[in-house]
């Protein structure tokens, strides 16, 4: 069975997601590297006011099996974030497109959105 795409995002490369709105976005990890990872355990939250880089690791998410890098598939800073995940990690697992881990001012929006893939090429990359 292919993993769940979501119409409404953006996809990066090591399987997080971005979804704009109203000029924020809302930075996921996707199906795919939810069911990869199998149970969450943890998820490791960065700081408010931190920056993120597009395609730098900016936390981490541990499940039962390993601890995996996040990648940001947005530049700029982080404005929230989704705090309920330090109680529920598992939320990442029952609704990836739901339990955002962070919303992030984007610094460079366009350019950025130019390098990720829309959800048919990401369907294509998950094969």
């Known amino acids: 069975m292919s993993p769940e795409v979501d119409d409404s995002c953006k996809y990066y490369k090591e399987h997080q997601w971005v979804r704009v709105e109203d000029g924020i976005c809302l930075v996921g990890i996707s199906d795919f590297a939810q069911d990869s990872l199998k149970d969450v355990v943890m998820v490791e939250l960065p700081e408010v006011g931190?920056?993120?880089?597009?395609?730098?690791?900016?936390?981490?998410?541990?499940?039962?099996?390993?601890?995996?890098?996040?990648?940001?598939?947005i530049s700029g800073e982080i404005i929230e974030v989704n705090e309920e995940l330090e109680d529920t990690p598992e939320n990442v697992n029952e609704d990836p497109y739901g339990s955002w881990l962070v919303k992030v001012?984007?610094?460079?929006?366009?350019?950025?959105?130019?390098?990720?893939?829309?959800?048919?090429?990401?369907?294509d990359f998950c094969g």
């Open 105 to 123: 001012k984007p610094s460079n929006l366009d350019a950025d959105l130019a390098n990720l893939m829309s959800p048919a090429e990401y369907e």
């Open 50 to 73: 931190d920056s993120v880089t597009q395609g730098e690791v900016f936390t981490s998410i541990e499940s039962v099996k390993a601890v995996s890098d996040v990648f940001s598939p």
